[in-house]
Structures are given as C-alpha cells and as structure tokens.
C-alpha cells in the first residue's frame, strides 16, 4: 500500500530540476527544509539538560539513558535508508513522511507518562529525523546547480551546529520555566511550517523504480548498526571493554557488516552500493564529517557539567559558553560554503582539523582559574575548525557522484557523522572515567578513596550529598577537572585523522551544470556495463 501511494505520487509529480522553480519557490523549500533540519538537529542534544526534572515527574530514572539511545538509534537507522528511498521515490513524499513521523513523535513524547512511554515515542521521533536530516541535505542539489551549492549546503550546516550546540540551553530554559512537556512541544510549530512549505511543491528527482527494494540490505544494515551504537553506549558502563560481552558485540558487529557487504554486492539496487568505498571522494569526505562528530560531541559532551562544577558557572551560563563554539562554527561553515568554488575542496579538510586541534589542546590547559572570556576563545577556536569540516565534504561528495547516487552517497557521509558523534560518547566517557580513576586515587588518603561511592563521571554529580567527604571536595573536582580537559586533549590527537582525510582527497571545484550532466551520464554508462 505504502509502495502504491508512492508511485502516485511519483506520477502526479512534475520530473523538475533547479532550473524550472522559480527562485521565491525555491526559497520557501529551503526554509522548510531548514525547519525541518533544525528540528531534528535540536532533538539530539536538547534532552540532555532536561532529563532529571523529566524523570522527576515521571519515574525511570535506571532507565533515563534510554531517552537518549533510543532516539540516536532510530535516527542513525533511517539515515541511509531515508537518503536512498528519497533518491527511489523523490525528495518530497519521503521528506512528508519523516516530519510527520516527527511532529507525532513530539506530540507523543509531551503526553508520556512513564518513562518506558517516553522511549518508545522518543523511537518515533527519532525514525523522523532520521529522514529529515539526508533528505534536506540531498534536496539542495536538486534544487542549485553545483556552483550554488556550496552555499546552500553551509547554511544548512550552520543550521545544524546552532541546533546541536544551543539544544542543552534551550532544554534547561524549558524545564525552568515551562512545564518539561514543552521541551518536545516545541517541535510542533516548526515542524507544521516545514510541513506546509514543503508540500505545496517539492522537486522530484524520479529515478529508475524497476528494481526491488533491498529490504535485506535494509535489515542487515539496521542490525549492524544497532550493534554498534549499543557497544558503544555499554562500552565501560555496563560492561568493561575487555569484557567477553564487548568482545563478542564488537565480533558480531563486523561479521554482520560482511554480511552486508556481501548482500549490498548481489542487490539490484543497494542502499549503501560498495562501489561508493572505492570513490576516493566519498571516502575521505566521510571520514572528515565523522571525525567533525567525534570533535563537535566531544567538547560538548561534559562541558556543561564541567562549567558548572569546576568554574561554578550557574545552569544558565554554562549553556551560554556554548555561543562562541557556534559562532565560530557558522564562521566557517559559511565561508567555506562560499569561498569552495574558488579554493577547491581540499584546503578546507586540511585547515579544519588544524585549528580545531589548537582549539581543543588550549581547552586541555583549562582550571578553574581561567577566566570566562578565555574559556571563550578557546572554543571559538575550536569552532572555527570544526566548521570548516561542516558542509564542504557534502559538496565534495555531491559533485562527484551521479545524480541517481545523490541521496545515497549524501545520507551515507552523513551516517558517517552521527557514528562519529556516537563514538564520541563511548570514547569521551571511557577517557573521563579511566583519568578520573587515577587522579582520585593518586590525590585522595587511600581509606577515603576506597569508601566514595563511584569513581566515575556518575560520582561528581552526586558527591555532594556524601557530607564524608566534604573536606576532600577540592580534591575531588580539580581530578575532574584535569580528567575532562584531558579527554580534550585525545579529541584534538583523534582529529588528526580528518587531516589524513583532507591529504588524501583528490582537490577539485564544484563543476558547472552541464559538466555535471555529462560527468553523471558518463557515470551511468560505466556502471551500467
């Protein structure tokens, strides 16, 4: 049924490209897609500061990192799911479909009333954004010719930065000052003006439906990818990383991806074709935006908590210090965007990770006597680096794959980022916690550190109501102090790989449209034979 309303769809629809809409139409697509965008971005980041007073109110709290999992499955699932059936049925019926499933999961999530409820709806939302987010991407080389895209593509890389870095700030604004069903009601508007935008006229990019869907690739590809972002959340929290049950979730994890590999390679119509590995391209560009998702993830990850225990900043500011990071990150991403028809991919993946590593090395050297202002431009530096990795892989990749290849390869860099921002967790968190071990235990007299109640992340959250050890407190912050500034210190080493990326990557410049229609022709034609 779903398969058939899809192809009325596909036949009622005009087969339009950017240059048959006229430029306000084009605009308003782009607002939408941008709403659409934000809303999805926001969701991944905005229930991090919300979730004590959620669970609060209703119960769960042995289930609350749950909340978060959930939706960060579920959206790293459809991703590229979502990118190749909008290439298979068109941009707008599948973009519909996924800001529908979001609003319903928003409106769902506000009416929970346990947490299992709130986990289950989370999943919806996270199926929607899953759509939302390679959908818009992809959308923009329907809508520009190459030369333009660049453009575009920062814009809504900045979009995606502001969403994800403000999300804590606008969840802890919320539940100060509305009910905590807000924190998810305030999707609905955004995501109904999207939805209003969007449907009035959309471009269909209609490609060849005569194979079968890869339903198999589709499952296996889900599974593998469940599997990972579980080792990764349960790496050194519920099971040690030497532990049997890593290894055999990390075992299991890449037979699964041989398996996949092997169904991609006899399936009429991939959703990750493995031809895609072997573009050079797509390669480097995907390691730069997931190396950009460990960076970005990892300086947020505990920079609030790090604020406000370290530098007794109050909830409210530590969501501010945030602002530079975007700031520096829309710098870039904007100049990049715009500068990239000049300068060529290449440099940009080269000067990103750069500065990013400066950035991050001087937020190592953090204390609690560093002033405000200097925490400040540390992360501006380390915004402007990130940025630069921000939306130009995108345009590298969609200028040198076919037109029929667009989502497929624009939401496969794009699964490539929320892996990246996956392991960020894992590795992040195991860093912290390995650190803070050895400093407590070095700093604390052995029978006071043998009775704290943890000696992880968990025990500077709650030390406070263990009056025991209030004569150790500054003991016990400055080891988490020194142990998140070094995990910035091993985030600015780790981006050193997007540099490998950025050498490695064949430098090129966004072609004008008829080179691109003749470079995809030339491409159908080879891999047809």
Not at 111 to 129: E, P, W
Not at 369 to 382: A, E, K, Q
Not at 506 to 524: I, L, R, T, V
Request: proline residues 4%; glycine residues 8%.
């Amino acid at each position: 049924m779903f398969h058939e309303c899809l192809e009325d769809v596909k036949t009622k629809e005009a087969q339009t490209n950017w240059s048959n809409i006229d430029k306000k139409t084009r605009s308003m697509i782009m607002i939408g897609l941008g709403l659409g965008l934000l809303i999805a971005s926001l969701d991944s980041t905005i229930v991090g500061t919300s979730m004590k007073t959620i669970v609060e109110d209703i119960g769960g709290m042995d289930q609350i990192s749950w909340v978060v999992t959930a939706y960060l499955l579920c959206e790293t699932i459809m991703i590229p799911i979502g990118g190749k059936l909008s290439d298979r049925y068109g941009r707008r019926p599948i973009f519909l479909a996924g800001i529908s499933f979001f609003i319903g999961g928003s409106i769902l999530c506000g009416f929970s009333t346990n947490v299992y409820m709130l986990i289950a709806f989370r999943a919806i939302q996270g199926l929607g954004g899953g759509i939302l987010v390679p959908v818009a991407t992809s959308a923009v080389a329907d809508l520009y010719p190459p030369e333009q895209r660049g453009k575009m593509q920062a814009i809504l890389g900045s979009v995606f930065a502001f969403a994800s870095c403000i999300g804590p700030f606008i969840g802890g604004f919320v539940v100060d000052n509305l009910p905590w069903e807000w924190v998810f009601f305030i999707n609905v508007p955004f995501g109904i003006i999207a939805l209003i935008l969007t449907a009035k006229e959309f471009p269909a990019i209609l490609t060849d439906t005569s194979h079968k869907i890869d339903y198999l690739g589709m499952a296996v590809l889900s599974l593998g990818i469940v599997v990972l972002l579980l080792l990764l959340q349960w790496g050194n929290e519920m099971f040690p990383w030497a532990s049997i049950e890593t290894m055999l979730m990390a075992t299991a994890f890449f037979i699964i991806m041989g398996v996949f590999m092997v169904v991609e390679r006899r399936s009429e119509d991939p959703i990750i074709a493995p031809r895609m590995f072997r573009n050079r391209t797509f390669l480097c560009s995907a390691l730069a935006l997931g190396v950009m998702g460990l960076g970005m993830m990892g300086v947020m990850m505990y920079l609030s908590l790090f604020m406000q225990e370290v530098m007794n900043a109050t909830a409210t500011m530590s969501g501010i210090i945030m602002i530079p990071l975007i700031i520096g990150m829309i710098i870039t991403s904007m100049s990049s965007g715009i500068l990239v028809n000049r300068t060529g991919y290449k440099i940009w993946i080269i000067i990103g990770p750069i500065i990013a590593c400066t950035g991050m090395a001087l937020m190592s050297t953090m204390s609690t006597n560093t002033p405000m202002n200097i925490v400040s431009i540390y992360l501006l530096i380390t915004g402007l680096g990130l940025g630069c990795l921000m939306s130009v892989p995108t345009v590298a990749v969609q200028n040198n794959v076919r037109k029929k290849d667009l989502g497929m390869a624009t939401s496969g860099v794009i699964l490539f980022r929320n892996i990246g921002e996956a392991i960020a967790s894992g590795i992040v968190t195991s860093v912290i916690n390995m650190k803070l071990y050895i400093e407590l235990k070095s700093s604390l007299p052995a029978n006071i550190f043998a009775d704290l109640p943890s000696y992880k992340i968990s025990l500077i959250e709650s030390f406070r109501q263990y009056s025991e050890f209030d004569d150790y407190t500054t003991e016990i912050i400055t080891s988490f102090s020194n142990s998140v500034t070094f995990s910035y210190l091993i985030c600015g080493i780790l981006m050193f790989i997007a540099l490998i990326a950025g050498v490695a990557i064949k430098n090129g410049h966004p072609m004008s449209n008829e080179d691109y229609d003749k470079f995809s022709a030339e491409q159908d034609a080879l891999i047809d034979k």
